[in-house]
């Protein structure tokens, strides 16, 4: 059974802290592994990763994958409350996404 | 670019009445869209795989019958709750992506089902 496991499942910090979150993975043929934003409605797409070791980065945030242990991290750093979310990984699998529990950071000013 | 929609994005209905909801991939083809259900403080759970011109395939434990899904074109997939009983109360969310990147999904707003 393919598994996806993310840790913490919250936190809370306040403004300017950085956060690293990590999501691990079980799965059989494995394509790829991707990060999402969700707050109120539906989620949005943050990365996409499919080689080890290159980091992708956008603004604050930055996301590494690391195929032979099997896990990514996701990492914000100088946080802002607007940054409060459930941050989705799902691993894409050979014809779908098969995502994690979440975790749910809230930011504090 | 990458743009879905959907369609309503909140319904209230009866018990026993049939409801549809429609998603739609507004600046690219889409030949495959996803639908999922979210449950509060949960996850989404892939309910069906929407295929353009073909079947949908479901997963393990979702009623075909009870949850249909209708892809006409490569822009439009609609999923149907039939009879619809307070139990399927949730959060339906499609998803879809650009044909390159297929694994680069993109979802729609949701829609809130509440069946009272």
């Known amino acids: 059974e393919d598994k996806v496991v993310q840790s913490p499942l919250s936190l809370v910090v306040h403004e300017g802290d950085t956060v690293t979150l990590n999501c691990s993975y079980e799965?059989?043929?494995?394509?790829?592994l991707l990060w999402y934003k969700q707050e109120k409605k539906a989620p949005t797409f943050l990365f996409m990763l499919?080689?080890?070791?290159i980091e992708k980065k956008s603004g604050r945030l930055s996301s590494i994958l690391d195929k032979k242990e099997l896990f990514s991290i996701l990492n914000i750093t100088a946080t802002q409350t607007g940054d409060s979310a459930v941050y989705l990984c799902?691993?894409?699998?050979?014809?779908?996404?098969?995502f994690g529990a979440g975790t749910t950071v809230t930011v504090r000013a | 670019g990458a743009v879905v929609s959907q369609h309503p994005s909140r319904v209230i209905c009866k018990s026993g009445t049939s409801v549809k909801i429609e998603c739609r991939s507004l600046?690219?083809?889409?030949?495959?869209m996803f639908w999922y259900r979210q449950f509060p403080k949960q996850s989404l759970m892939l309910m069906a795989t929407?295929?353009?011109?073909?079947?949908?395939?479901?997963e393990q434990g979702v009623e075909k019958d009870k949850f249909l899904i209708n892809h006409a074109s490569l822009t439009l997939s609609t999923l149907t709750v039939t009879s619809a009983h307070p139990e399927d109360s949730s959060f339906y969310i499609c998803?879809?992506?650009?044909?390159?990147?297929?694994?680069?999904?993109?979802f729609g707003p949701g829609t809130r089902l509440t069946v009272t």
């Open positions: 998803s879809a992506g650009p044909g390159t990147g297929f694994y680069e999904q993109y």
């Open positions: 799965v059989t043929n494995f394509r790829s």
């Open positions: 499919t080689s080890s070791g």
């Open positions: 799902a691993v894409g699998l050979d014809y779908k996404l098969s």
């Open positions: 600046d690219f083809q889409a030949t495959t």
């Open positions: 929407s295929n353009e011109g073909s079947k949908a395939t479901y």
